[in-house]
């Protein structure tokens, strides 16, 4: 299969992975996607010389999607939507969701909780959990130990305590009176 | 980790929640948190944490990508520029990728409309010339027609209004190599007022029709057209019924005539008979 399918096929999760980490949320995000697209881009070039195998690839592409998301963050560079997590980041993790804005919809609630994680928390986090990477790999493609891996994954599953659903129960909608009235 | 059954560490408890642990081991944990409920909670928590963050994201991987897929063949070494000092000029890699994305389509864009301009003005060029030659029968004129061979040709357009040396006149019959007696006779409308504005050449059925058009102050403008006809058969005149722009059309002496204007019928008719008598006097002196 040729490298371009290989990035084809890997589109969708690792844009799945980029909006979890900088938005929290599944929604589109321009800079998310545009990371992500990016990141695809510089591979397909590089491609030929890199020459790695698919699950290689795989990782290449998260690792350099994770380093420069870092990057952006350093260079104080966030735009206006990864505004939340920018004030996370150089707080420090769930300690500072204090200074967060209160959320108001169970999405935003999620997204809150999310993003409250320390960075290196939140990468370890989504990395295992929602891309479903081995230990080993996420601790490759964060470059750090094993053991490391772990003590991040303990310390995210811990702030996250009881995560709330995105979603809310699916109840119908109470009809709301009508605010018109007959005057006599 | 010490439980009521065999030791488990903590690393384990989230091995087995995640599946990264030995099977060996799976079902040491398993005996673990079955004697210990409170770690077993513990780890039921982790766990719909786990189904949470996977079921909110799953959307995102069946859903439609922000970009069109699959990956254009050129669109290689854009972003990859932007990231070449470092992660920092990658912030704003992706939108010099879509600037110089939508340059590069602006440059494709007028690249191909050069290259249909030019293809265009080429089999312009080679439809029209024939029509920069005079109404005559001597085939198509070569695209790099020269100047003598221009000369020669408007030489030969007024040869065949002079005299001819028998009194034979615009026969058929008539020798002379030089002269084309078959090339139709554009007359100049006698009408007062009436005033040549200019002279158009278009492709014909028989080589090119030309056209002269007069311009009337009182009158919207009218154009004499004719070429040269397939029979020499000649026909009365026909008045097509599309007035106020209206046409008037004939055959006469191997060539097909039409007045066209914007004029009422009547005065349509009167110049087309004004033409035709000059056609057919036409002796060229």
Request: charged share 20%; net charge neutral; proline share 8%.
């Amino acid at each position: 299969m040729a490298l371009r399918d290989d990035l084809n096929l890997c589109a969708p999760r690792l844009c799945r992975y980029a909006r979890a980490l900088v938005t929290g949320q599944p929604g589109p995000s321009e800079f998310a996607d545009d990371l992500v697209h990016a990141v695809l881009l510089r591979t397909w070039e590089a491609g030929t010389a890199l020459r790695l195998a698919r699950g290689d690839l795989q990782l290449h592409l998260y690792t350099l999607l994770t380093e420069w998301h870092r990057e952006r963050l350093a260079a104080g560079r966030m735009g206006g939507k990864a505004h939340m997590e920018k004030e996370n980041f150089s707080a420090g993790g769930p300690r500072a969701a204090g200074n967060l804005p209160v959320p108001a919809s169970p999405r935003d609630k999620f997204a809150a909780a999310l993003l409250a994680l320390a960075l290196e928390e939140r990468e370890a986090l989504l990395l295992v959990v929602l891309e479903g990477f081995s230990y080993a790999q996420a601790a490759r493609i964060l470059k750090i130990s094993r053991t490391v891996l772990i003590m991040r994954l303990a310390c995210a599953r811990a702030a996250l305590s009881e995560i709330p659903a995105p979603e809310a129960p699916s109840r119908p909608a109470k009809t709301r009176s009508s605010y018109l009235r007959v005057v006599k | 980790m010490r439980g009521h059954g065999p030791l488990v560490s903590e690393a384990e408890l989230h091995g087995f929640v995640d599946g990264d642990m030995d099977r060996g081991r799976r079902e040491a944990v398993q005996t673990f948190l079955a004697a210990s409920p409170g770690d077993a909670a513990r780890v039921e928590r982790w766990r719909r944490q786990n189904e949470t963050i996977r079921a909110a994201f799953a959307p995102v991987e069946t859903g439609p990508l922000p970009w069109s897929l699959p990956l254009a063949p050129g669109a290689e070494g854009v972003a990859a520029t932007g990231h070449a000092a470092g992660g920092q000029a990658e912030a704003s890699g992706s939108h010099a990728w879509r600037a110089r994305w939508f340059a590069w389509l602006i440059g494709l864009s007028f690249a191909c409309g050069a290259l249909l301009a030019a293809s265009a003005a080429y089999l312009a060029g080679r439809v029209n010339a024939p029509e920069a030659a005079p109404p005559s029968s001597e085939g198509p004129t070569p695209v790099g027609m020269n100047d003598n061979t221009f000369d020669t040709r408007a030489m030969l357009a007024l040869r065949a209004f002079e005299p001819p040396p028998a009194a034979v006149r615009l026969s058929p019959n008539s020798d002379g190599p030089e002269q084309d007696t078959g090339a139709p006779i554009l007359p100049n409308l006698p009408v007062e007022g009436l005033k040549l504005a200019g002279v158009r050449a278009m492709p014909g059925e028989q080589g090119q029709m030309l056209c002269l058009v007069y311009a009337s102050p009182d009158e919207a403008n009218i154009a004499l057209c004719v070429e040269k006809a397939g029979d020499p058969g000649e026909t009365v005149p026909r008045v097509s019924d599309n007035f106020p722009s209206g046409a008037i059309y004939w055959r006469q002496k191997g060539a097909k005539y039409a007045l066209v204007g914007a004029i009422p019928e009547a005065r349509l008719r009167s110049l087309a008979d004004r033409v035709r008598a000059q056609v057919e006097a036409f002796d060229g002196r």
